[in-house]
Every structure is written in C-alpha cells, then in structure tokens.
C-alpha cells in the first residue's frame, strides 16, 4: 500500500467514524437564551470527539495497512 493509498484510508476512516460520534453525548439546553435555537446543543464536545476519531481512525488505518501489507486483501491485482 503506498503512502497516498494510506491517507485516504485514513481520511475515509477518520470521517466516517467523525460523522458517527456526532450525536453520542449531546444535552439540550434546558432554557436557551433568546435567539439560540431550542434543540441545539448546550456542549458538543468536538475537541473529545476529534481525538477519539483520530485514534480510532489511525487504529483502523494500520490493521488496513498491515492486511493490504500481508496479502490477505490485494488492492492491486
């Protein structure tokens, strides 16, 4: 797998699990104040959410590289 094959496993992985934790852990503010829209969150956690996925994501990106490295799933034929 060359280096260019790998980022885009990595970023096809790192958006795909982003997109899935985007509504794990959000509240509802009670009492918004005026003008902020009722079902908008009231802490979203992006920059936790932004660290696990890159985890995940670079996990994933390696167990990737290390099967197309094996030869177990040619990329390639």
Same mark, same amino acid.
């Given at each position: 797998?060359? /280096?260019?094959? #790998? %980022?885009?496993?990595?970023? &096809? /992985?790192?958006? #795909? %699990?982003?997109?899935?934790? &985007?509504?794990?852990? #959000?509240?509802?503010?009670?009492?918004?104040?005026?003008?902020h829209d009722r079902g908008a969150p009231a802490s979203h956690g992006l920059g936790m959410k932004s660290l696990i996925t890159t985890l995940i994501a670079f996990i994933l990106s390696a167990f990737a590289y290390w099967i197309a490295e094996n030869n177990w799933i040619s990329l390639w034929t």
């Open positions: 797998m060359s /280096f260019i094959s #790998l %980022i885009i496993v990595f970023t &096809l /992985f790192w958006w #795909l %699990i982003f997109f899935s934790l &985007l509504p794990l852990g #959000l509240k509802k503010e009670n009492n918004p104040p005026k003008g």
